[in-house]
């Protein structure tokens, strides 16, 4: 799994949701935004940023349970952004459980096979006794 391929394959993405967005094709935005958001949930900014443009074609069409989905996902997926709770192949609309693994098919599939979530926990479980041990050198 190619980190640099993964993050180009999210931008693009995100780049045809604005496209369509932009065209008024709210549904191909929108599978759009599901893709990238499969490809990003494992970088935070860029899961966060999928579930913020998810928000805005939910406000755009007038669907409220979408707007109180992503709200929710916004408000949550730091906490399990940072527990590791990333359930693999979740498309992230409201219309499906945020807990929920989903099978991945075709492209994601073979660019995702590789991904272990417990390898991100374990870094950023790491890192996080990093910065704790250097605070606990630095003040005591």
């Not at 008024?24 to 913020?52: D, K, N, P, Y």
């Not at 991904?115 to 910065?131: M, P, T």
Request: net charge positive; charged share 20%.
């Amino acid at each position: 799994m190619d980190r640099k391929k993964l993050k180009r394959l999210f931008e693009e993405s995100m780049a045809r949701a604005l496209a369509a967005e932009q065209k008024g094709e709210f549904g191909l935005a929108f599978a759009e935004l599901e893709h990238a958001h499969i490809l990003g949930q494992r970088w935070l900014v860029r899961h966060l940023r999928s579930h913020w443009a998810m928000l805005r074609i939910g406000r755009l069409t007038g669907n409220h349970k979408e707007v109180r989905g992503q709200i929710i996902r916004l408000i949550g997926s730091p906490l399990f952004w940072l527990v590791g709770w990333l359930p693999k192949g979740n498309t992230g609309g409201a219309n499906v459980s945020p807990l929920k693994p989903m099978q991945l098919h075709g492209e994601l599939a073979a660019e995702l096979a590789g991904y272990r979530v417990w390898l991100d926990v374990a870094s950023r479980v790491a890192i996080g006794c990093v910065i704790w041990l250097g605070f606990k050198l630095a003040f005591g």
